[in-house]
């Protein structure tokens, strides 16, 4: 059955996710600054890293003080195309920093003001900036990742599987790839085409219902998208998700698999749309992801 609260996500369930992530690690507020140092990693925050529809487009920086190259991930927040911030992303990122990893954290041109698939061109226009700029920021260019949450979960998806697709290489570095060796995916939407014609995100970020631009939906759906050389992909979601149905997670396994792509799935049992976030899973979820980065990146 087609659930729409995962539109409401920018004032419930996003509030829901941040708070979560709050008390699953013990976040202490902390003041923004160009560069905050932790004990294994440099945090840049407000990096500018393309040219948005009315405003600069900006990445917080997570670089371990390690010496050498290192893998990186970049990380697409979720809010319903609607709403989100790359900050929510901190305390999901910080132990990856911890083990070596750079974090690129990501903000994107939102709906109603723009329209897909804006959002996934500026995406992968990071990661070329993040090519163009990886000694800067300690980055092994043949080593990058992406990662989502949400309708950032169906952003990283679709930034791994058009890797070499040149339809949406749009904006600055374009003499860089924006191709990704892996994905890890978070309660995403997979398959737009199953969300009701009056769910109040995909009418904006389309802009129309998914009747009505059938071809359009299914371009911005990861379902539709399973074809040629696949990259392993790390999926999560809870079994109890009552914003993006369990089934969507299912269906893209069983397809992905039919496809011969390699995806690692997580089910949280009993957990809901926020599940990456909550203490319950917090540490299963992330252990796996590890150990997922550590052997595809």
């Given at each position: 059955m087609m659930m729409v609260s995962i539109r409401n996500e920018p004032a419930r369930t996003w509030l829901c996710w941040l708070m979560l992530l709050w008390s699953a690690v013990g976040l202490k507020a902390q003041q923004s600054s160009p560069a905050v140092p932790a004990s294994s990693y440099v945090r840049v925050d407000g990096v500018t890293y393309?040219?948005?529809k009315s405003a600069p487009l900006l990445a917080d920086m997570y670089v371990p003080k390690d010496p050498g190259l290192h893998p990186a991930v970049v990380y697409i927040h979720g809010g319903g195309w609607t709403g989100g911030s790359r900050t929510g992303w901190s305390r999901l990122i910080v132990p990856f920093?911890?083990?070596g990893y750079v974090g690129m954290a990501i903000d994107y041109d939102l709906s109603p003001d723009v329209r897909f698939p804006i959002a996934l061109e500026e995406c992968k226009e990071a990661v070329r900036w993040l090519r163009a700029h990886a000694i800067q920021y300690h980055v092994d260019p043949n080593r990058i990742a992406v990662a989502g949450g949400s309708a950032g979960g169906e952003l990283a998806a679709l930034v791994a599987l058009?890797?070499?697709?040149?339809?949406?290489?749009v904006g600055a570095f374009t003499n860089f790839s924006s191709s990704v060796k892996a994905a890890v995916l978070y309660s995403a939407d997979l398959d737009l085409t199953k969300f009701s014609d009056t769910d109040d995100a995909i009418l904006p970020y389309l802009g129309?219902?998914?009747?009505?631009?059938?071809?359009?939906?299914?371009?911005?759906s990861p379902q539709f998208h399973l074809h040629g050389d696949l990259p392993p992909i790390y999926i999560g979601h809870g079994n109890a998700d009552g914003d993006v149905p369990y089934s969507q997670f299912t269906s893209f396994v069983d397809a992905y698999r039919k496809a011969n792509g390699a995806i690692t799935p997580f089910t949280a049992e009993g957990g809901p749309h926020s599940y990456a976030a909550d203490p319950r899973w917090f540490q299963a979820n992330m252990d796996a992801v590890l150990s997922f980065l550590r052997k595809n990146l």
């Open positions: 393309g040219q948005g920093a911890e083990h058009t890797n070499g697709d040149n339809r949406y290489e129309g219902s998914c009747s009505a631009q059938h071809a359009l939906c299914r371009e911005a």
